[in-house]
């Protein structure tokens, strides 16, 4: 059965800290891994109000340090917002605090707006322009130094931190092929690209020493309760969230509602609903057909779920459904 993993973003709760925040991530690891989850993975983004993982690395280790055997990581850095001789060291350390559990996936987006993102990376263009020779540099720091090499990521040499390529269009999709890198795709917010670019990337996959064959993930969002009915009311957290964005007003993740009408107009609804519509969202029973039918299109090779639930309770609960429903899934197949 395909495997599953979680992708969580530290949401800062309306009224809720940063400090609560993060030790929500690490509750949500340790059920992820109570629960036979593979990876549990932490997304860098910046200036955001609802989201307390900006210094990924560090929040990797937070969560790290309180578990035993899921894989952690990054989904993603973005990688032109740094040097990679940093992530280099950054990764190489977590690789030899918690060996052979460490992943880095990576992104090319800035993870912010273009004010903030100017402050991240001084020169906007240049930075998004390297991406490929960016990402080929960073696995020679993490990969066997040579004689003649004049920078070496110490510690981060030889530590060989497994490299994915993260993407919501076709550009990393034609990277990860041609690198010969596993690949995950954006469709828990970026739906439209999602069967052309998994199309793209085992067509354009050459093996490498890193893969023999292409490894796709693939992303939704979820959100699983005892009913259809109570998921629907915890996943109006996620489609207010959405709309702020929108806006241009977001903010601390907001509490559930019990009507989405007065939050959002017939065409933010739309835009939202097109947006989100890969989202898993419902009761045991139906999570299950949707992960079943989700999978039968996209031939994923492993799936990540992001449970944007504001009450940590109901998230808690909402990965052992999830893992129930995949049980479920691999009884039946």
Not at 249 to 254: E, I, L, S
Request: aromatic letters at 8%; zero cysteines; glycine letters at 8%.
């Amino acid at each position: 059965m395909v495997p599953f993993s979680i992708l969580d973003l530290s949401p800062v709760i309306e009224g809720g800290t940063v400090a609560q925040s993060l030790e929500n991530s690490r509750r949500l690891a340790q059920e992820a891994e109570a629960y036979g989850y593979k990876r549990f993975w932490l997304a860098e983004h910046h200036g955001m109000r609802g989201i307390a993982s900006a210094a990924t690395s560090l929040v990797i280790q937070h969560v790290a340090a309180g578990t035993e055997k899921i894989r952690v990581g990054s989904g993603g850095i973005m990688l032109p917002n740094h040097s990679p001789l940093v992530i280099a060291e950054q990764f190489g350390t977590l690789a030899a605090l918690f060996p052979d559990r460490v992943d880095l996936g990576l992104g090319r987006a800035p993870g912010t707006d273009m004010r903030t993102a100017q402050a991240l990376r001084r020169n906007l263009d240049s930075a998004a322009n390297n991406f490929p020779q960016d990402v080929v540099e960073l696995m020679q720091l993490m990969g066997p130094t040579s004689p003649e090499q004049k920078v070496i990521a110490i510690p981060g040499a030889g530590s060989n931190v497994p490299v994915w390529l993260l993407g919501s269009s076709h550009y990393s999709a034609h990277l990860a092929g041609m690198l010969g890198l596993p690949f995950a795709f954006a469709s828990h917010f970026a739906p439209d690209m999602l069967l052309t670019a998994l199309d793209i990337y085992r067509e354009r996959f050459e093996p490498s020493q890193y893969l023999d064959k292409p490894h796709a993930m693939v992303g939704v969002m979820g959100a699983a309760a005892d009913t259809d009915a109570e998921a629907d009311y915890l996943f109006t957290s996620m489609q207010q969230s959405f709309v702020r964005l929108r806006r241009g007003t977001p903010g601390a993740f907001p509490a559930p509602v019990d009507d989405m009408d007065p939050h959002w107009s017939e065409g933010e609804r739309i835009n939202v609903e097109h947006t989100l519509q890969y989202a898993v969202v419902g009761g045991p029973d139906k999570i299950k057909r949707q992960i079943a039918d989700f999978l039968s299109i996209t031939k994923a090779d492993e799936l990540i779920v992001s449970m944007p639930i504001y009450d940590m309770d109901a998230r808690l609960k909402s990965v052992r459904l999830f893992a129930e429903a995949r049980q479920g899934l691999a009884l039946a197949a």
